[in-house]
């Protein structure tokens, strides 16, 4: 079992921001590509944010307020929610790969446990 761990998640006002943090698989960290999922009450789990190396692939909802970034040292990749609105409320799920980045939740390996995002108007 790949432990991914997820944090940062909590309560922010619309229009704040938070900062989610994952740490990913230790051995080889920086040969999987990272994937950020949320999943609402009564929805489907969706893609948010993807990373393989360095490039950052982002949902059209999210795109421009949202930045993914790694830290290959740290075996960590980030999640850099800006501009919060009630809409972007959800668990939200780390997942890691092995192979190019992908929003297809199916396509990913490792799961986190997930971390509540809720953002209040």
């Known amino acids: 079992q790949v432990p991914v761990v997820e944090s940062g998640g909590g309560l922010v006002q619309a229009g704040g921001s938070l900062r989610l943090s994952c740490t990913g698989p230790v051995r080889m960290f920086g040969s999987f590509a990272m994937g950020w999922f949320r999943q609402a009450p009564g929805k489907e789990r969706e893609g948010v944010s993807c990373?393989?190396?360095?490039?950052?692939y982002y949902a059209g909802s999210v795109k421009g307020r949202f930045t993914i970034s790694r830290d290959n040292a740290k075996n960590t990749v980030y999640l850099q929610m800006n501009g919060l609105k009630p809409e972007d409320t959800a668990v939200y799920y780390c997942?890691?790969?092995?192979?190019?980045?992908?929003?297809?939740?199916?396509?990913?390996?490792?799961w986190g446990q997930g971390t509540q995002v809720t953002v209040s108007s």
């Open positions: 997942a890691a790969r092995r192979g190019i980045a992908t929003m297809s939740p199916p396509l990913y390996d490792y």
């Open positions: 990373i393989s190396r360095s490039d950052g």
